[in-house]
């Protein structure tokens, strides 16, 4: 964050726009807009560079060696697989902003409707394990950083090191092994019970199909914002304010309360709402060991089955996502810090 | 009195940092036998032998045999081999990626650096395991897919933290004189800055390692990578997860710990080297 800060100074991208948070939400908004808009361009690309045949995709092998000639020029023709790549990503675009985002291939649905369900089930998932993994991070980053090199700041370190080594899909293996296939409290996969009708789903049911994915989700989510938050809390309990605290006679609780706490919490924030993406990352992963039908799933589906629109989809939907994480993040910057508020910094 | 504190005290330090060193001399030398061993093993590890499929771990095969009664242990070792090399590679192409595009956006005008900011922003704006996964369809899956996917996108935050080094060095006097006395600005970028930036680099460098190990684990999990024949961490733990549900533990356990502890011993082989650049911060 530091690097990004001193980065400002070269009056590119920030604070410096906009004196008032108005200014800086418009501001921070459009940067989001053309991110997003940049990010389907490149996924786009990379998905039209694929030597994967659009044809024998959507048509199937057999089919398209039964067709005639003719037959294959008109549908090169009717999908447009011959137009130059601008052309096709501009069709794709302006159905996009209509709310058209194609059809899925595996799913034979609007691609839209597939994210929106799917997005909806790893949407527990996902702002549950966020809310864990931040809170129990930044606690335990909180009480290492009180006091560097006791036990409490080795036990915090060294989990947060082996957390940050351990691959999630691992963590969410074992989880299944200890707690769903050995002492079988909770259900092995996906996200409702089998051969129960969409109406008859009791919201435990959904609960407990969700706890060992989130669990695995949150153990590997905290290693970062704890280290980070310790080593924030480290520098501060050992500056000259905390320092002068301490003359004044000030008790080490209030100390860690007032003005530990309060300097901590604006860098914490910031961190865990950019690692809105990295939840996404893990929950890939995490959902495929689950089997649970999510967006991360979705994702390897697609991408195994060549489901391009249903790809370019989510990749959009994610990257907005996480784009909206970092914009929350420098508002709560702009509204929490008193200094950006006033329009004062620097 | 308080010359004996002082001498404990230093006894403490040095057998302190005595231990330290011991343990990061065990680490690399394990790390060097897992990459030794497993490329040694690499045919043995594809070796079937269906007289002794579904053993668990027993004094000769120490992570049990699977289906096909391929030893775990050497398969295991043979796949971890594969991603410490891997990793390196990879890892070594994104630090250089890094580097030069870190130095360029400072040194190439607003321009230039206008665009690496743009793209630093776009590979960090795609959640990193869809960016992998989008790389390897483009590369149409396979080896090729997995090595650019890792080498490609692991370059951004090292970039950034140059980049900011940069302009951090370009404001200080003794670049801006040499710049007032007509030396060129290539000449001061691999001149005057790089050998500044070269602990940074070092740094970013060595902690990016873990991340490209367990990335490749994560994307062959997936399905993306490697070929189902070939010894890779990823494929084991794959084909290991049809059996859970049947009672084999020890086709998941034994080779996710012995990934673990690979990556555990990049970090803190990395931390150690780390904390020795930096001298400031030794004693700790």
């Given at each position: 964050?530091?690097?990004?800060?001193?980065?400002?100074?070269?009056?590119?991208t920030?604070?410096?726009?906009?004196?008032?948070?108005?200014?800086?939400?418009?501001?921070?908004?459009?940067?989001?807009?053309?991110l997003?808009?940049?990010?389907?361009?490149?996924?786009?690309?990379?998905?039209?560079?694929?030597?994967?045949?659009?044809?024998?995709?959507?048509?199937?092998?057999?089919?398209?060696?039964?067709?005639?000639?003719?037959?294959?020029?008109?549908?090169?023709?009717?999908?447009?697989?011959?137009?130059?790549?601008?052309?096709?990503?501009?069709?794709?675009?302006?159905?996009?902003?209509?709310?058209?985002?194609?059809?899925?291939?595996?799913?034979?649905?609007?691609?839209?409707?597939?994210?929106?369900?799917?997005?909806s089930?790893?949407?527990?998932?996902?702002?549950?394990?966020?809310?864990?993994?931040?809170?129990?991070?930044?606690?335990?980053?909180?009480?290492?950083?009180?006091?560097?090199?006791?036990?409490?700041?080795?036990?915090?370190?060294?989990?947060?090191?082996?957390?940050?080594?351990?691959?999630?899909f691992?963590?969410?293996?074992?989880?299944?092994?200890?707690f769903?296939?050995?002492?079988?409290?909770?259900?092995?996969?996906?996200?409702?019970?089998?051969?129960?009708?969409?109406?008859?789903?009791?919201?435990g049911?959904?609960?407990?199909?969700?706890?060992?994915?989130?669990?695995?989700?949150?153990?590997?989510?905290?290693?970062?914002?704890?280290?980070?938050?310790?080593?924030k809390?480290v520098?501060?309990?050992?500056?000259?304010?905390v320092?002068?605290?301490?003359?004044?006679?000030?008790?080490?609780?209030?100390?860690v309360?007032?003005?530990?706490?309060?300097?901590?919490?604006?860098?914490?924030?910031?961190?865990?709402?950019?690692?809105?993406?990295?939840?996404?990352?893990?929950?890939?992963?995490?959902?495929?060991?689950?089997?649970?039908?999510?967006?991360?799933?979705?994702?390897?589906?697609?991408?195994?089955?060549s489901?391009?629109?249903?790809?370019?989809?989510?990749?959009?939907?994610t990257?907005?996502?996480?784009?909206?994480?970092?914009?929350?993040?420098?508002?709560?910057?702009?509204i929490?810090?008193?200094?950006?508020?006033?329009?004062?910094?620097? | 009195?308080?010359?004996?504190?002082?001498?404990?005290?230093g006894?403490?330090?040095?057998?302190?940092?005595?231990?330290?060193?011991?343990?990061?001399?065990?680490?690399?030398?394990?790390?060097?036998?897992?990459?030794?061993?497993?490329?040694?093993?690499q045919?043995?590890?594809s070796?079937?032998?269906?007289?002794?499929?579904?053993?668990?771990p027993?004094?000769?095969?120490?992570?049990?045999?699977?289906?096909?009664?391929?030893?775990?242990?050497?398969?295991?070792?043979?796949?971890l081999?594969?991603?410490?090399?891997?990793?390196?590679?990879?890892?070594?192409?994104?630090?250089?990626?890094?580097?030069?595009?870190?130095?360029?956006?400072?040194?190439?005008?607003?321009?230039?650096?206008?665009?690496?900011?743009?793209?630093?922003?776009?590979?960090m704006?795609?959640?990193?395991?869809?960016?992998?996964?989008?790389?390897?369809?483009?590369?149409?899956?396979?080896?090729?897919?997995?090595?650019?996917?890792?080498?490609?996108?692991?370059?951004?935050?090292?970039?950034?933290?140059?980049?900011?080094?940069?302009f951090?060095?370009?404001?200080?006097p003794?670049?801006?004189i040499?710049?007032?006395?007509?030396k060129?600005?290539?000449y001061?970028?691999?001149?005057?800055?790089?050998?500044?930036?070269?602990?940074?680099?070092?740094?970013?460098?060595?902690?990016?390692?873990?991340?490209?190990?367990l990335?490749?684990a994560?994307?062959?999990?997936?399905?993306?990578g490697?070929s189902?024949?070939?010894?890779?961490?990823?494929?084991?733990?794959?084909?290991?997860?049809?059996?859970?549900?049947?009672?084999?533990?020890?086709?998941?356990?034994?080779?996710?710990?012995?990934?673990?502890?690979?990556?555990l011993?990049?970090?803190?082989?990395?931390?150690?080297?780390?904390?020795?650049?930096?001298?400031?911060?030794?004693?700790?």
């Open positions: 964050m530091g690097v990004g800060r001193r980065a400002h100074r070269s009056g590119r920030g604070h410096g726009t906009g004196k008032t948070v108005w200014g800086l939400l418009a501001f921070q908004t459009a940067r989001m807009a053309l997003v808009a940049l990010v389907s361009i490149l996924a786009f690309v990379l998905l039209s560079v694929s030597p994967v045949d659009p044809l024998q995709t959507n048509v199937g092998q057999a089919a398209l060696g039964a067709m005639s000639p003719e037959q294959v020029e008109r549908l090169k023709g009717y999908w447009g697989v011959d137009l130059p790549p601008a052309e096709r990503y501009l069709s794709w675009a302006a159905d996009v902003l209509r709310g058209d985002m194609g059809t899925s291939l595996l799913y034979r649905r609007p691609v839209a409707e597939v994210i929106w369900e799917k997005l089930n790893s949407l527990w998932l996902l702002a549950s394990s966020w809310l864990l993994s931040g809170l129990l991070g930044f606690t335990l980053g909180v009480l290492a950083g009180r006091k560097r090199g006791r036990l409490c700041d080795r036990l915090v370190t060294g989990y947060s090191l082996l957390a940050a080594s351990t691959p999630a691992w963590t969410a293996m074992v989880l299944l092994m200890v769903a296939v050995y002492f079988k409290w909770f259900p092995i996969g996906l996200s409702v019970p089998i051969g129960v009708t969409a109406e008859e789903i009791a919201l049911d959904r609960i407990r199909h969700a706890v060992l994915p989130a669990a695995a989700l949150s153990l590997t989510g905290i290693s970062s914002v704890a280290l980070h938050t310790r080593e809390m520098s501060i309990m050992e500056s000259d304010f320092l002068f605290a301490r003359a004044r006679g000030e008790s080490e609780t209030s100390i309360l007032r003005h530990g706490l309060r300097n901590v919490l604006i860098p914490a924030m910031t961190l865990q709402f950019a690692s809105i993406s990295e939840i996404i990352g893990g929950s890939v992963l995490v959902e495929q060991v689950f089997s649970y039908p999510g967006l991360g799933q979705a994702a390897v589906t697609a991408g195994l089955g489901d391009v629109p249903l790809l370019l989809g989510i990749t959009v939907v990257a907005v996502l996480a784009a909206s994480g970092n914009l929350a993040a420098s508002i709560l910057y702009g929490v810090d008193p200094r950006i508020r006033k329009g004062a910094a620097r | 009195m308080s010359g004996m504190k002082k001498r404990e005290n006894k403490r330090l040095g057998n302190r940092r005595l231990f330290s060193m011991g343990l990061f001399g065990a680490s690399v030398l394990f790390l060097l036998l897992v990459a030794v061993f497993g490329y040694v093993w045919d043995a590890a070796v079937t032998d269906f007289s002794r499929k579904n053993l668990p027993c004094a000769g095969y120490l992570f049990g045999t699977d289906w096909m009664g391929r030893d775990m242990f050497v398969r295991t070792v043979a796949g081999s594969m991603s410490i090399r891997l990793g390196l590679l990879t890892a070594a192409v994104s630090a250089v990626i890094a580097f030069l595009l870190g130095l360029s956006a400072a040194v190439l005008g607003r321009a230039v650096d206008g665009l690496v900011t743009l793209l630093i922003d776009l590979v704006g795609i959640p990193h395991m869809l960016l992998l996964i989008l790389i390897s369809f483009a590369c149409g899956k396979g080896f090729w897919g997995v090595t650019l996917g890792i080498a490609l996108t692991h370059w951004a935050s090292l970039a950034r933290l140059i980049r900011g080094e940069v951090q060095l370009r404001e200080s003794y670049i801006r040499a710049g007032k006395l007509g060129s600005r290539a001061l970028a691999f001149h005057h800055m790089a050998p500044n930036l070269l602990p940074q680099f070092i740094t970013g460098l060595i902690l990016m390692f873990p991340h490209a190990i990335h490749e994560s994307i062959t999990f997936l399905g993306f490697l189902p024949e070939e010894p890779a961490i990823g494929i084991i733990l794959s084909e290991s997860m049809k059996y859970l549900a049947m009672g084999k533990w020890w086709l998941a356990l034994f080779p996710g710990l012995l990934l673990t502890a690979v990556v011993m990049f970090h803190y082989a990395g931390q150690t080297i780390c904390r020795m650049a930096a001298p400031g911060s030794v004693h700790e």
